[in-house]
């Protein structure tokens, strides 16, 4: 019987039904709920308890957030300049243990995983500095007269945002503003005049 059919709950009700319909009622009101103090399973090994965060995992967020928000976050210099020393160190041990010809091949192998994952991390480092220089471009004369958003930069970061103003300004007015009136010559957010 389809329960998409017109009769299927006329049918219920019929008089042969009903002994059978009042029985598996009375299973349902028997049956024990899902909430009524039975215990639960025991909760997954990697809910238990929170590991704290490598350097990397860190990074990662951190790339994630940079990535998705509209507004630049916080510089993590720190994190960078602690995850390029050992990048650096990890890429030395890899020179030198490929330079030496008494390795086997399975070593090799490990030293080619080590280096893929060096790059990994450094595509990450990439990718999250390119992101920081794409905001900072992007709202270069917003970071310049906003002093709240200069305490997220890295000293370097507020002076790349400050000589992009600068260029920026220069570029506008050599190229369109110099040959504009006087009173219009300004990249000013408020209009000189409203007619």
Not at 139 to 166: D, G, K
């Amino acid at each position: 019987m389809d329960i998409d059919d017109d009769d299927f709950f006329t049918n219920l009700d019929r008089p042969g039904r009903a002994a059978h319909n009042h029985a598996f009622q009375e299973r349902l009101r028997q049956a024990p709920r899902d909430d009524d103090g039975a215990e639960t399973p025991d909760a997954p090994p990697f809910m238990l308890e929170e590991e704290e965060e490598t350097p990397l995992q860190q990074l990662i967020r951190h790339w994630m957030n940079e990535r998705h928000s509209p507004d630049i976050l916080p510089n993590e210099g720190e994190l960078l300049a602690g995850l390029l020393d050992h990048i650096r160190s990890q890429s030395e041990t890899v020179q030198l243990l490929r330079a030496d010809p008494s390795s086997s091949e399975e070593e090799h192998f490990r030293i080619m995983l080590v280096q893929t994952e060096v790059e990994r991390v450094k595509f990450i480092v990439r990718s999250y500095i390119r992101t920081r220089l794409f905001k900072i471009e992007k709202f270069a004369r917003y970071i310049m007269t906003n002093p709240e958003v200069q305490q997220r930069l890295a000293e370097s970061e507020v002076e790349h945002a400050r000589r992009f103003a600068r260029l920026t300004d220069q570029h506008f007015y050599h190229s369109v503003l110099q040959s504009l009136p006087e009173t219009q010559q300004t990249l000013d957010d408020q209009p000189p005049f409203v007619p």
